[in-house]
């Protein structure tokens, strides 16, 4: 299964390449060259964006929700609680 953080990562690429679109200073730290003109990198970083978001999404489905462990007296076993 994909891991979260892997999906946490590629969003985090993805708004930076979207900010990058919004404000200059951030480009210039990028040196992102000015070949790339903002209309390509912003469609590129929403998909990029997305994606992540949906790996983060499925990473986290498969978990459960809760595990039961058991209650004890003694040796005996007389019921369960969930954490």
């Known amino acids: ?13 993805g708004i930076i390449g979207l900010a990058s679109t919004s404000f200059p200073p951030i480009r210039n730290y990028l040196s992102l060259s000015a070949s790339m003109s903002s209309t390509v990198i912003m469609p590129l970083s929403l998909i990029v964006t997305i994606i992540g978001a949906v790996l983060v999404y499925l990473a986290g489905k498969g978990q459960k929700k809760g595990t039961e462990v ?10 369960y609680r969930r954490i």
């Open 1 to 13: 299964m994909v891991s979260k953080l892997l999906g946490y990562v590629i969003v985090a690429l």
């Open 70 to 79: 058991p209650i004890y007296e003694g040796k005996k076993v007389v019921g």
